[in-house]
């Protein structure tokens, strides 16, 4: 059973850093089971929302409104895909999911992670 499970949410000032990590388990490893691999975020009272993602071929995309503060990576030895969040902003605050989606049998599938909660507050 494929399993995404995030970490790294938490509280922090506006100006700071988090780094959220996703640990996939039930896979023999992201780079081969996921052609896509990615982060969403929900901000309270909104739709969640692409951003950031990087492929099997370590090709990444990130939000553009995001994309000089945010930096999506991965460490294939250890199943884990991390969103380094820099010079963070109340705007950034939400719930930040991990998605991983995996093409095979004829069939795509998607995974989700619980969830991690980001709070950018002074």
């Known amino acids: 059973q494929v399993q995404l499970v995030e970490s790294g949410g938490g509280l922090v000032q506006p100006g700071g850093s988090l780094r959220l990590s996703c640990v996939a388990s039930?896979?023999?490893?992201?780079?081969?089971?996921?052609?896509?691999m990615g982060w969403y975020r929900q901000a309270p009272g909104k739709q969640r929302e692409w951003v950031a993602s990087i492929l099997s071929s370590s090709r990444t995309n990130v939000l553009d409104s995001v994309k000089d503060r945010l930096n999506i990576s991965r460490d294939n030895a250890n199943n884990t895909v991390y969103l380094q969040m820099n010079s963070l902003k109340p705007e950034d605050t939400g719930v930040y999911y991990c998605?991983?989606?995996?093409?095979?049998?004829?069939?795509?599938?998607?995974?989700w992670g619980q969830g991690t909660q980001v709070n950018v507050s002074s």
């Open positions: 039930g896979i023999m490893g992201i780079s081969s089971s996921f052609y896509t």
């Open positions: 998605n991983a989606r995996a093409y095979g049998g004829g069939a795509y599938r998607e995974y």
